[in-house]
């Protein structure tokens, strides 16, 4: 794709009038993807009540969107690459409205279920070839890193604001929780067809699609994830065996990329060490921050009684990485470098949680404040700098295969964290008394700061770079190997 950037701009981060109009519709499609998530979450109880579910059924309604989301991720982002990101993020995008609008007029189970799966295939396809868009259309440095900045602050904006619309939604009816996603995803296909450049379709080399790569890591992740996110409601044996066959498929799938003439991911790429750390830090991140956001919930209105739409505003706040992203992140990575942001980030994103460790089953708000401000703010310091760690440098002709991994780890991180706090508030919660239900929730808190903590050590082994110079040379190696100049790569 040509580039989206005026080559008069000298490098600064200003951006043409077509450059913004592209970022905005593919921020609407990550603000689409994020509050269509959060919307669900708040409306599940008026969906049993009106479909009649058992509540291992409606696990499933959430269930499936993870599974189609997080097992096509990375086949998505090969898709984007090898036929055309602008192809892709239109088609799936079409798939994406079709499919919210199935679930909105669902009078069964398993039509939901089953609408929300493909949902989640559509949106594993569509956002890495939306990001791929931005990482290849913008110029790396200031301009590439403002736009990726502007996207994830609006990824983040969208699961905040989905908590409100979602209650507000909910009260109507729950099926506007699907057909709301209808409306703005048409709106986003009309501007995306009108103002996203065609780019010719990528150059056939004569090579066939990796469809045995495609098929078991595909298989892969979907156990991994289907083992880990059902942890908390299955035996340990299930759990085990599952987790166990998805490791040996990722093997299987090592060997088969190691003999590929046309890898689905070509493992030298994971000799960038930036791109390794991202996805490690990326991975705890998402964990600690859905763990978080999971027992806080349950807290509020288990405890204290508090109502959907009181929950949905307390939380609220954590959204103050939707402005902050956009705003103060630019400047400090400007000043400081990327993986000086995240580490900073990551460590306060671990005093967050600490802070909330000791909630009492009297707190008021005011006494919550500190962690949720915190967290939004540590949010808005890591996540979109991991964005641009994980993709800079890496060639244009695998930037699909980047941003696919990075949102993998996203969205495994996401399912990881949320079983490991069910699984250790359930075994430390011995009875339905406040002060039992408040044992079991300070137990599990230790997770989300475990988490952070540990993110912030992988991130730290990146301190001893340069701002500007991290993981320069790898990249150039790597751009040699897949055939682009080592020059460009280190532009």
């Given at each position: 794709m040509s580039t989206l950037h005026s080559p008069s701009n000298g490098g600064t981060d200003r951006m043409s009038g077509r450059a913004w109009g592209v970022l905005f519709v593919l921020c609407g499609a990550i603000f689409l993807e994020g509050i269509d998530v959060a919307m669900l979450n708040v409306a599940l109880p008026s969906i049993r009540e009106d479909l009649g579910m058992s509540t291992g059924m409606l696990q499933w309604v959430m269930s499936a969107y993870v599974l189609g989301y997080g097992g096509f991720m990375l086949l998505g982002g090969r898709a984007a690459d090898l036929f055309g990101r602008r192809r892709m993020f239109v088609f799936w995008l079409v798939v994406f409205l079709l499919f919210s609008g199935l679930g909105g007029l669902a009078t069964e189970g398993w039509t939901l279920i089953v609408a929300r799966f493909v949902t989640g295939v559509a949106a594993a396809f569509m956002i890495p070839a939306g990001l791929s868009i931005i990482t290849t259309g913008f110029e790396e440095g200031p301009q590439r890193n403002k736009a990726l900045l502007v996207y994830s602050g609006t990824a983040a904006g969208g699961f905040s604001l989905g908590l409100v619309v979602g209650g507000l939604l909910a009260a109507i009816s729950w099926r506007w929780v699907f057909f709301a996603p209808v409306i703005l995803s048409l709106l986003v296909l009309v501007a995306a067809v009108a103002l996203i450049p065609r780019s010719p379709r990528p150059e056939r080399t004569g090579e066939g699609v990796d469809l045995a790569g495609a098929v078991s890591v595909t298989a892969a992740i979907l156990l991994l994830v289907f083992g880990v996110e059902r942890a908390a409601h299955a035996s340990a044996a299930m759990t085990t065996g599952t987790i166990a066959a998805g490791l040996v498929l990722f093997l299987v799938f090592i060997a088969i990329e190691r003999r590929s003439s046309s890898p689905l991911v070509r493992l030298g790429i994971f000799?960038?060490?930036?791109?390794?750390?991202?996805?490690?830090?990326?991975?705890?991140?998402?964990?600690?921050?859905?763990?978080?956001?999971?027992?806080?919930?349950?807290?509020?209105?288990?405890?204290?009684?508090?109502?959907?739409?009181?929950?949905?505003?307390?939380?609220?706040?954590?959204?103050?990485?939707?402005?902050?992203?956009?705003?103060?992140?630019?400047?400090?990575?400007?000043?400081?470098?990327?993986?000086?942001?995240?580490?900073?980030?990551?460590?306060?994103?671990?005093?967050?949680?600490?802070?909330?460790?000791?909630?009492?089953?009297?707190?008021?708000?005011?006494?919550?404040?500190?962690?949720?401000?915190?967290?939004?703010?540590?949010?808005?310091?890591?996540?979109?700098?991991?964005?641009?760690?994980?993709?800079?440098?890496?060639?244009?002709?695998?930037?699909?295969?980047?941003?696919?991994?990075?949102?993998?780890?996203?969205?495994?991180?996401?399912?990881?964290?949320?079983?490991?706090?069910?699984?250790?508030?359930?075994?430390?919660?011995?009875?339905?008394?406040?002060?039992?239900?408040?044992?079991?929730?300070?137990?599990?808190?230790?997770?989300?700061?475990?988490?952070?903590l540990a993110a912030a050590f992988v991130s730290a082994f990146g301190l001893r770079s340069r701002p500007g110079t991290e993981d320069a040379q790898p990249a150039a190696a790597e751009a040699t190997e897949v055939g682009v100049p080592a020059v460009e790569a280190s532009r």
């Open positions: 000799r960038h060490g930036g791109l390794v750390r991202a996805n490690l830090s990326g991975m705890l991140l998402a964990a600690g921050f859905f763990g978080f956001q999971f027992i806080a919930v349950l807290y509020l209105q288990e405890l204290r009684g508090w109502s959907t739409l009181e929950t949905s505003f307390a939380l609220i706040v954590i959204g103050v990485d939707a402005i902050l992203s956009p705003t103060l992140t630019p400047k400090l990575v400007a000043r400081f470098g990327n993986t000086r942001v995240i580490f900073g980030g990551l460590l306060l994103a671990a005093l967050s949680y600490a802070l909330f460790l000791p909630v009492g089953a009297d707190w008021t708000y005011m006494a919550m404040f500190p962690s949720l401000i915190i967290l939004g703010l540590a949010f808005s310091l890591a996540y979109g700098p991991l964005t641009i760690v994980a993709t800079e440098g890496i060639a244009e002709e695998e930037q699909g295969v980047a941003g696919g991994l990075l949102y993998t780890s996203f969205q495994f991180g996401a399912a990881l964290g949320l079983s490991s706090v069910a699984a250790v508030n359930i075994g430390a919660t011995h009875g339905t008394t406040p002060a039992a239900l408040l044992d079991g929730y300070q137990a599990a808190l230790i997770v989300p700061l475990a988490a952070a």
